[in-house]
């Protein structure tokens, strides 16, 4: 039980508790610190008070059994790695959430379902890397960045929409997603790094909105099978003089 003064959980503080199966972190502290719950290895429950500014840093990495977690109304960050691995099946992200640093659920390998809210406006480096389960995405509205790596490694995912507001698709963010389908982007896409949809599925759609053509980095889909580019009709031409590489596939969509 932790008492109504404290206002930290800090660094390591119950690190390889390997018998803590449940905590319930109260309202009054505003931080728990790097590797606080790192290596509870039976911790299956954790309660995040609605205080909680920031939780660090593999905070709660390595805990193989954490799949229920109850987010605090008042968070702002996550550290990197900090639930690294958990099996997690669904995350809906607080709406107070701005910050998730890299590889915060990386190879959280249960996880079927994210609900990301509109205060985020970066999908960190390897976030979901590695979540081979993940199925079902929603990105919120401030969302401006796919990073590096960001879904790298869904093998289950199908589908996704990349909504108005999202800007830049950084480089490997989509690859080796092998069951990937069809690609829906909005208007607002700017550029596509290198490797962005490297190794994925076969036949795979893209329904590109932007009248202008994004910029490409290079080999954005090497090994991947192209079904068809979709683009607005009035922009085809310019997306066969921009994209010549892919004009074969290019095709006039009214969107």
């Known amino acids: 039980t932790i008492g109504s003064s404290v206002t930290n959980i800090g660094d390591y503080a119950f690190r390889y508790c390997s018998h803590l ?37 593999r905070a709660f990495q390595s805990c193989p059994a ?34 998730v640093n890299a590889s915060a659920f990386m190879n959280c390998k249960s996880l079927k379902k994210v609900v990301l809210n509109d205060a985020l406006k970066t999908i960190s ?30 093998t289950h995912l199908t589908e996704i929409v990349i909504p ?17 389908q069809k690609v829906e982007v909005g208007t607002g896409l700017l550029s596509i790094g290198q490797r962005a949809f490297k190794d994925c599925g076969s036949s795979l759609g893209f329904y590109l909105k932007a009248q202008t053509p994004p910029s490409l980095g290079s080999y954005v889909s090497s090994n991947t099978t192209i079904g068809g580019i979709f683009v ?13 590489s892919y004009s074969s596939y290019l095709k006039g969509y009214d969107f």
Not at 166 to 175: E, H, K, L, S
């Open 21 to 57: 199966t449940e905590i319930v972190i109260p309202d009054n502290v505003m931080y728990v610190k790097q590797y606080a719950f790192d290596g509870c290895t039976l911790l299956k429950k954790a309660v995040i008070g609605n205080g909680v500014l920031s939780i660090d840093q």
């Open 66 to 99: 954490l799949s229920d977690i109850t987010w605090g109304t008042s968070l702002k960050t996550i550290g990197s790695t900090a639930f690294c691995a958990c099996p997690i099946t669904e995350l809906i992200l607080p709406a107070s959430l701005e910050t």
């Open 125 to 154: 480096h390897s976030m979901f890397g590695g979540c081979t389960a993940l199925e079902e995405i929603t990105i919120g509205s401030s969302v401006t960045t796919i990073g590096d790596y960001a879904f790298q490694y869904c």
């Open 164 to 180: 108005d507001n999202v800007m830049y698709i950084n480089q490997y963010a989509f690859d080796g997603c092998t069951k990937l």
């Open 232 to 244: 607005p009709t009035a922009s085809l031409e310019t997306y066969i003089s921009k994209w010549s």
